[in-house]
């Protein structure tokens, strides 16, 4: 069983920056890919971006151009850099490995780490 531990998430001003970062207790290159998910108040949870263990990426559409996955193999890590942040960022933000080219979450969800974006 994998655990992820996210960090990083905070309180940002619109136009603000965050990274958010993923510790892994295991491997990921056993997923299919990497990815992080959000969840805000009343909505369900969603994929933000995913990276494939080649390194290609994937992004939702109301983050493309303002958020960049990356991944280090060798430190388990996955790493969320989030720029421009808008209100309708607010959320909590969990990473986990993607099982299938669908990018159907495992079901190892770690506690997740809140951003807000608000003036």
């Known amino acids: 069983q994998v655990q992820f531990v996210e960090s990083g998430g905070g309180l940002v001003q619109p136009g603000g920056s965050l990274r958010l970062s993923c510790a892994a207790s295991?491997?990921?290159?056993?997923?299919?890919?990497m990815g992080w998910y959000r969840q805000a108040p009343g909505k369900e949870r969603a994929l933000v971006a995913v990276?494939?263990?080649?390194?290609?990426?994937n992004y939702a559409n109301s983050v493309k151009g303002r958020f960049t996955i990356t991944r280090d193999n060798s430190k388990n890590m996955v790493y969320l850099q989030m720029n421009s942040l808008e209100p309708d960022d607010t959320a909590v933000y969990y990473c986990?490995?993607?099982?299938?080219?669908?990018?159907?979450?495992?079901?190892?969800w770690g506690q997740g780490t809140q951003v807000t974006v608000s003036s």
């Open positions: 295991g491997s990921i290159l056993t997923f299919y890919a």
């Open positions: 986990n490995g993607a099982v299938n080219s669908a990018y159907v979450p495992s079901d190892y």
């Open positions: 990276v494939k263990t080649n390194g290609v990426t």
